[in-house]
């Protein structure tokens, strides 16, 4: 009865001291990821988008941030204008912006993405963020007399804001491991992201303190 009673007891300790961890607020500081499907991991299944992976990164290289995503598919760069608030709220470090994609692939006016995605960095930066500006690119379909400006869109905003820019944030999958495109050839899948997650960190470093 006895050795019950004592198994009884430490089982209590233990679990008192779980939910006392469970308590502890995450003090680590957050690394906002605002963008659209290809941050949200579409195609890819929970827990397999390139924040997963970057957050399982970072742990391994000795950082102690916490990844939020906030990536939402089918969002344009005005969704990002009307729910930057929500990124402004976790009171980031770091913001990494990623979206416009689905701008480019809705023929959207370049002149209104490049407005927004100003509005978004003007509002962040005003809220002490620092900023990733991860670009992308359009498929050849779309023409160079679309895709050139696009491009230079992010150059644009990066040389303006004096940011770190990821020019084509799927290049390293795109150019060297196209297999690793989900059948839409938009979407990278799980083993992509992967890779997705090695590129934005070789950006990233530079703005992280250990």
Not at 123 to 136: D, E, T, Y
Request: hydrophobic letters at 40%; a positive charge; charged letters at 20%.
């Amino acid at each position: 009865m006895a050795s019950v009673r004592r198994t009884l007891f430490f089982l209590s300790l233990f679990s008192l001291a779980l939910c006392a961890a469970a308590a502890q607020p995450d003090a680590r500081p957050r690394i906002v990821v605002f963008g659209d499907s290809l941050s949200a991991g579409f195609g890819a299944g929970p827990g397999l988008s390139f924040p997963d992976f970057l957050q399982k990164d970072l742990d391994k290289a000795g950082y102690r941030y916490r990844i939020v995503n906030q990536g939402v598919s089918g969002d344009t760069t005005s969704d990002g204008v009307t729910r930057i608030g929500a990124a402004i709220a976790e009171k980031p470090a770091i913001v990494i912006l990623e979206l416009g994609g689905n701008d480019g692939l809705r023929g959207i006016p370049i002149a209104k993405s490049k407005q927004n995605l100003d509005e978004m960095i003007r509002r962040l930066s005003a809220a002490r963020c620092r900023i990733l500006l991860a670009g992308i690119t359009l498929p050849p379909n779309y023409g160079p007399d679309y895709i050139k400006p696009f491009q230079q869109m992010y150059q644009d905003l990066a040389a303006k804001y004096h940011l770190p820019l990821i020019p084509f944030l799927l290049a390293d999958v795109v150019y060297t491991h196209p297999e690793l495109m989900q059948h839409d050839g938009i979407h990278p899948t799980a083993k992509g992201n992967e890779i997705v997650a090695r590129t934005v960190l070789h950006k990233l470093e530079p703005m992280l303190k250990k």
